[in-house]
């Protein structure tokens, strides 16, 4: 349950709670039921999409009762069912429209149809994949799919088998090599994104660890909210560094 900053109940919070809040305030009301969750986390979530506060002419960020209901929400769907930030803004944009959206299952695999999830196991991305399955959904040859391997950009298992994202990687390698960028001078960003990962595992582990089952269960939304950051920030990088080059 969400209480005040002053953790106060009753009549004499309700005028507090209409009006505008702090995001250091909100924080205090969330910091109870999530403990982990930060002022950076919230200002990712809004980046993302998933809350639009009030802004002050100055540029504060200015939260309503609503806002931080909605904040409680996601990270309840996050912590709790460990879904993807797209799936949950489906999800409360369905329910902002009137429709009687049920809950997604855990994972939040299938898309939302007249206001339920479908999770047919038929349509749902598999785990792992084989490699004529791969190289279908890629539209990429096997001699590509080779040479790719031997580079490290694809790794099947020992059985094997590849991770579903796999099949986006092979689309993108293939893309890239149509501007004449070849496999090997995609080892360097094979070898960052290794280091990326480690960093994030890094800093998760402590969650892993933590004898709260709950906590141990948010390592993985906190892994991929980790993932997302680091992509956005390797994004404006590169393209920070390219109008230095070309100004």
């Known amino acids: ?61 200015k939260f309503s009762s609503a806002d931080v209901e909605r904040l409680a929400q996601v990270l309840r769907m996050q912590r709790d069912h460990y879904l993807p930030l797209k799936v949950i803004r489906e999800h409360l944009d369905a329910l902002g429209r009137g429709e009687q959206a049920a809950l997604p ?33 890629a539209e990429v040859t ?17 059985e094997g088998s590849y991770e579903s994202g796999a099949v986006t990687v092979a689309r993108l390698v293939a893309d890239l090599g149509r501007f004449g960028l070849e496999p090997r001078h995609l080892r360097a960003v094979k070898a960052a994104a290794e280091r990326e990962a480690g960093l994030v595992e890094q800093v998760v582990a402590p969650l892993r660890l933590h004898r709260n089952p709950q906590t141990r269960a948010h390592a993985e939304a906190t892994a991929r909210e980790l993932a997302e950051l680091s992509v956005r920030l390797h994004a404006a990088l590169v393209q920070t560094a390219l109008k230095v080059r070309f100004h």
């Open 1 to 61: 349950m969400l209480r005040s900053p002053t953790g106060g109940a009753g009549h004499g919070t309700a005028a507090a709670d209409e009006r505008a809040m702090s995001i250091g305030t909100v924080l205090l009301r969330l910091r109870d039921e999530f403990p982990e969750v930060t002022i950076s986390k919230i200002r990712f979530l809004e980046a993302e999409g998933l809350i639009e506060p009030q802004r002050t002419p100055s540029g504060y960020r």
């Open 105 to 137: 299952p855990d994972g939040g695999q299938g898309p939302l149809v007249d206001g339920r999830w479908d999770h047919d196991p038929g349509r749902a991305t598999a785990a792992r994949i084989g490699r004529s399955e791969l190289l279908a959904a």
């Open 142 to 158: 096997e001699d590509q799919l080779g040479e790719w391997e031997s580079y490290g950009l694809i790794v099947p298992s020992p």
